[in-house]
Antibody, heavy 117, light 107 residues
Framework: EVQLVESGGGLVQPGGSLKLSCAAS????????MHWVRQASGKGLEWVGR??????????AYAASVKGRFTISRDDSKNTAYLQMNSLKTEDTAVYYCTRRDGMDVWGQGTTVTVSS | EIVLTQSPGTLSLSPGERATLSCRAS???????LAWYQQKPGQAPRLLIY???SRATGIPDRFSGSGSGTDFTLTISRLEPEDFAVYYCQQYGSLQTFGQGTKVEIK
């Protein structure tokens, strides 16, 4: 079964850091681009960023709202993608999803990040 | 950044009716890299359509997508009770952006 499972969410203070993980199974992870998408409560979907595969030089790209604060990485040996979030702001509070491919055909269940003092 | 504008914001229809959702882009989307997603409360989004008109695996044929350039449409031919949800368009021709969503609600 093709599956993505996010973890690492929680409560963090403004200015703090958090690292999310996305564990993949059931498909060839190393060949897939991976994306992070977030959704604030009652709001729409917002693309956060992506990392391409090794053959595409692990190229990363980010939304303007997180560029310079968030970093996406991957460990193909562990079939896992990561989202390192630094200098967190209250407006980063959301459910964070990882997804596969540019046309996002597989989604995780999401992990909740709350930035609050 | 390509901005996607979806209309209407809310569509009130009855089961069995036809739903037509619009997605307009601020600039032409290359190679029709346009997708549609369905999201129900408390669930992750589900891919319905990619490449503007190709149905994803397992998606019923009552869902269809059309359009090119800057104007795209998602049509649900006959609404089933499980189709009442929020629908998002997304472009992936130039990085990624989502529309703000259209809620299809029961009239």
């Amino acid at each position: 079964e093709v599956q993505l499972v996010e973890s690492g969410g929680g409560l963090v203070q403004p200015g703090g850091s958090l690292k999310l993980s996305c564990a993949a199974s059931g498909f060839t992870f190393s060949g897939s681009a991976m994306h992070w998408v977030r959704q604030a409560s009652g709001k729409g979907l917002e693309w956060v960023g992506r990392i391409r595969s090794k053959v595409n030089s692990y190229a990363t790209a980010y939304a303007a709202s997180v560029k310079g604060r968030f970093t996406i990485s991957r460990d193909d040996s562990k079939n896992t993608a990561y989202l390192q979030m630094n200098s967190l702001k209250t407006e980063d509070t959301a459910v964070y999803y990882c997804t596969r491919r540019d046309g996002m055909d597989v989604w995780g269940q999401g992990t909740t990040v709350t930035v609050s003092s | 950044e390509i901005v996607l504008t979806q209309s209407p914001g809310t569509l009130s229809l009855s089961p069995g009716e036809r739903a037509t959702l619009s997605c307009r882009a601020s600039q032409s989307i290359s190679s029709s890299y346009l997708a549609w997603y369905q999201q129900k409360p408390g669930q992750a989004p589900r891919l319905l359509i990619y490449g503007a008109s190709s149905r994803a695996t397992g998606i019923p044929d009552r869902f269809s997508g059309s359009g090119s350039g800057t104007d795209f449409t998602l049509t649900i031919s006959r609404l089933e009770p499980e189709d009442f949800a929020v629908y998002y368009c997304q472009q992936y021709g130039s990085l990624q952006t989502f529309g703000q969503g259209t809620k299809v609600e029961i009239k």
